[in-house]
């Protein structure tokens, strides 16, 4: 069983930054590509961003590069941690961000239950 949990979501003002971290608790999710999508606010879900297994292949939506940057750690143990720093946010960036993981570089096997980023003055 995978379990992801996000953390980090929260109100933050325009340019402001935000970092959202995912929390992994199963050894198998070290052989799998993780990853960030969002969903706004009556639009569909949106790929962010993807990390392959051993954290060296980076993938990025076109729209979101340059301002995001996705990292991922693991321990000795089952942890797994994945997180996505964000940059100049704007208001478009109101979204609820779920952490993912699977075998493609955009991964949609295993979801979490999403943290909410609320971007406003």
């Known amino acids: 069983q995978v379990q992801l949990v996000e953390s980090g979501g929260g109100s933050v003002q325009p340019g402001g930054s935000l970092t959202l971290s995912c929390a992994a608790t199963?050894?198998?999710?070290?052989?799998?590509?993780m990853g960030w999508f969002r969903q706004a606010p009556g639009k569909e879900r949106e790929f962010v961003a993807g990390?392959?297994?051993?954290?060296?292949?980076?993938?990025?939506?076109d729209s979101l590069k340059g301002r995001v940057t996705i990292s991922r750690e693991s321990n000795e143990g089952a942890k797994t941690t994945v997180s996505l720093q964000m940059d100049s946010l704007a208001s478009e960036d109101t979204a609820v961000y779920y952490c993912t993981a699977g075998l493609d570089p955009r991964p949609t096997t295993y979801w979490g239950q999403g943290t909410q980023v609320t971007v406003s003055s």
């Open positions: 199963s050894t198998v999710v070290k052989l799998y590509t």
């Open positions: 990390i392959s297994r051993d954290g060296v292949g980076t993938y990025y939506a």
